[in-house]
């Protein structure tokens, strides 16, 4: 299953187009190599996504074509949860 549908279907991102566009601003990595959004994905694989404030990395439990709501989150497992640092903000005199 491609990336940027697993990321939909697992609804880890709303849309798909948008996954699409993380995968190709190299924001998503695939067992620590830079995935674009058509890279295969197999059960055990680890992803790690960069969202706005936090990375996010995840283990690959299940591909399903489509989930229900309440199945989804039983696509993954989250591993780790990384918040970055805030940038120092300047300062003034």
């Known amino acids: 299953m491609r990336i940027d549908k697993f ?4 609804r880890i991102i709303k849309r798909r187009t948008v996954a699409k566009e993380a995968c190709d601003q190299g924001r998503v990595a695939v067992n ?6 058509g890279t295969n994905l197999e059960v055990g694989d680890t992803v790690k996504i ?30 780790d949860e990384e918040w970055k640092e805030k ?7």
Do not use: C, H, Q
């Not at 990321?7 to 697992?10: E, F, G, P, R």
């Not at 940038?87 to 005199?93: D, G, L, R, T």
């Open 87 to 93: 940038a120092s903000e300047p300062e003034f005199f």
């Open 32 to 37: 620590g190599r830079p995935a674009k959004s």
């Open 7 to 10: 990321l939909k279907v697992a």
């Open 50 to 79: 960069e969202f706005g404030n936090k990375w996010l990395t995840l283990r690959v439990d299940a591909l399903e074509n489509s989930t229900k709501k309440e199945d989804a989150s039983k696509m993954y497992t989250i591993l």
